[in-house]
T-cell receptor, first 113, second 118 residues
Framework: GNSVTQMEGPVTLSEEAFLTINCTYT??????LFWYVQYPGEGLQLLLK?????DKGSNKGFEATYRKETTSFHLEKGSVQVSDSAVYFC????????????FGKGTTLSVSS | GAVVSQHPSRVICKSGTSVKIECRSL??????MFWYRQFPKQSLMLMAT?????????EQGVEKDKFLINHASLTLSTLTVTSAHPEDSSFYIC??????????????FGPGTRLTVT
């Protein structure tokens, strides 16, 4: 079945450091891929998405490229800020499954000044 | 816009009792709501999908008699954990979609409810 694997956390970085959070997936067909972010005390928010191979999703300085050949969707940011501290979830949806989302376990990012 | 709230944010109950969790869409009409649960260091797992005015559709392995879902209005869905046991302790999250917007990424999530059963 479909699944998402993302790197274990927590990830601890200093402000302005480069961030990578790895995400790989297993899916039949051609899923859409997403990154969600959850700030403390808030609901999950869509950070970025990519709906087909080679698409690059970007938002708030974060980027991720849909790599079909490596079944990956790694999240990157060139210079993190303290305000980026949150839990990040990689997810996919399979059109055959309708609107259901399949999530990874989440990666906690902590950025210190 | 598109805010979803959950109440309570945390609840502790004794084994054998029932607990109700509310999920509300505050500024939009939610034709579909989803309930997820998350165990520590595990993925969010979809439990059920509910459409306003109809019975919820449960995922395989989720006991519908234990996790009662009611979606009686376009702004409110409730999840009742009946006869709760310690293994039901988890983080429960709801999400909602607006009418006419049914793509997977068009879900708006609540902040979650931490249930602890003692």
């Amino acid at each position: 079945g479909n699944s998402v694997t993302q790197m274990e956390g927590p990830v601890t970085l200093s402000e302005e450091a480069f961030l990578t959070i790895n995400c790989t997936y297993t899916a039949t067909g051609y899923p859409s891929l997403f990154w969600y972010v959850q700030y403390p005390g808030e609901g999950l928010q869509l950070l970025l998405k990519a709906t087909k191979a080679d698409d690059k999703g970007s938002n708030k300085g974060f980027e991720a490229t849909y790599r079909k050949e490596t079944t990956s969707f790694h999240l990157e940011k060139g210079s993190v800020q303290v305000s980026d501290s949150a839990v990040y979830f990689c997810a996919l949806s399979d059109s055959q499954a309708g609107t259901a989302l399949i999530f990874g376990k989440g990666t906690t990012l902590s950025v210190s000044s | 816009g598109a805010v979803v709230s959950q109440h309570p944010s945390r609840v502790i109950c004794k084994s054998g009792t029932s607990v109700k969790i509310e999920c509300r869409s505050l500024d939009f009409q939610a034709t579909t709501m989803f309930w997820y649960r998350q165990f520590p260091k595990q993925s969010l797992m979809l439990m059920a999908t509910s459409n306003e005015g109809s019975k919820a559709t449960y995922e395989q392995g989720v006991e519908k008699d234990k996790f009662l879902i009611n979606h009686a209005s376009l702004t409110l869905s409730t999840l009742t954990v009946t006869s709760a046991h310690p293994e039901d302790s988890s983080f429960y999250i709801c999400s909602a979609t607006q009418q006419g917007r049914a793509r997977a990424y068009e879900q708006y999530f609540g902040p979650g409810t931490r249930l602890t059963v003692t």
